[in-house]
């Protein structure tokens, strides 16, 4: 079992957040699929969410951590 997955399952965004780090890791990976972003404005778009949270939260940095995460779903990015 990933201990990271299972971490990121029960860890708040941050202190005031109704949603967890995997939680919040799924849904934006699953816009960004839906929506075909590119990895630079996945990228940009995480920037921006974290410069307006407060300071503490658990954001992945980069698409690169976010993958990371989800892999220990079995959910690997697969290029098609």
């Known amino acids: 079992m990933n201990f990271d997955l299972l971490k990121a399952a029960e860890e708040l965004l941050h202190e ?3 949603v967890t780090v995997l939680a919040f890791v799924t849904r934006l990976m699953a816009i960004k ?3 075909v972003f590119s990895n630079d404005c996945y990228n940009e778009l995480l920037n921006l969410i974290s410069e307006v ?3 503490n939260q658990k954001m992945p940095k980069d698409v690169y951590q976010s993958r990371k995460l989800l892999s220990g779903l079995g959910m690997d990015y697969q290029k098609n």
């Open 16 to 18: 005031q957040a109704r």
């Open 33 to 35: 699929s839906k929506f």
């Open 53 to 55: 949270l407060p300071s």
